[in-house]
């Protein structure tokens, strides 16, 4: 008798062990639910919930931001979770959205503009008035260098392909609104901004 087992088998034998196992816990009279719900109070014990909404889409998740209060006396977030109590969305939250902690809490976000001129090998530190100046300075010289307000046979454009606007993951829908009023106002046609879900 051959001894070979397919994959299919090897998956079929291995959910029914770990049935068996599981049945055998709850068979010695085990119950798993205090453990779990254990688990999940350490995790946010003496932490005060604030119901509140993922940024990041128009679907509107709801979710639950546990804070405590920090050595320097204000509140610090500790974990962001899907709210249960949201019509919505029930608990459950998409990838975006459940990474949405790091948004609050990351030790590597950037803080600080830094600025590498053309040609040299190391950063600059600028304050962030100087940089947005010199973005909407760089803004309006190509826009005005691009702009075009008829093509070539005559018909109405008002725009320009010199810039393309790029928005990231992280841009919540109110940004994205934004973006949008402001880039069409200069006549950028090319908008990306990566909210979609
Ligand atoms: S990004 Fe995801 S979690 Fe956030 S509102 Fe949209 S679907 Fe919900």
């Given at each position: 008798m051959s001894t070979s087992i397919s994959r299919r088998d090897f998956l079929r034998l291995g959910?029914?062990?770990?049935?068996?196992?599981?049945a055998g816990l709850i068979g010695t009279g085990a119950d798993l639910g205090p453990a779990t719900v254990r688990a999940?109070?350490?995790?946010?014990k003496?932490?005060?919930?604030?119901?509140?909404?993922?940024?990041?889409?128009?679907?509107?998740?709801?979710?639950?931001v546990y804070t405590v209060k920090g050595p320097d006396g204000k509140n610090q977030i500790i974990d962001i979770e899907g709210d249960p109590a949201s019509p919505i969305s029930q608990g459950t939250l998409c990838p975006k959205g459940s990474a949405i902690f790091q948004l609050h809490v990351n030790p590597n976000r950037a803080t600080k503009v830094l600025h590498r001129a053309p040609g040299a090998k190391e950063w600059e530190q600028w304050d962030l008035e100087r940089a947005?100046?010199?973005v909407?300075?760089?803004?309006?010289?190509?826009?005005?260098?691009?702009?075009?307000e008829r093509t070539e046979d005559g018909k109405l454009a008002n725009?320009?392909?010199?810039?393309?606007?790029?928005?990231?993951?992280?841009?919540?829908?109110?940004?994205?609104?934004?973006?949008?009023?402001?880039?069409r106002?200069?006549?950028?046609?090319?908008?990306?901004?990566?909210?979609?879900i």
């Open positions: 959910g029914a062990t770990a049935g068996t196992a599981l999940e109070e350490a995790r946010v003496g932490a005060k919930a604030y119901p509140s909404i993922c940024p990041y889409c128009a679907v509107g998740c709801g979710t639950l947005m100046n010199r909407a300075e760089l803004t309006k010289k190509t826009r005005d260098e691009t702009f075009v725009h320009t392909l010199g810039i393309f606007s790029l928005g990231g993951a992280t841009m919540d829908n109110e940004w994205n609104h934004i973006q949008q009023k402001l880039m106002g200069l006549g950028v046609v090319a908008i990306e901004n990566q909210a979609r």
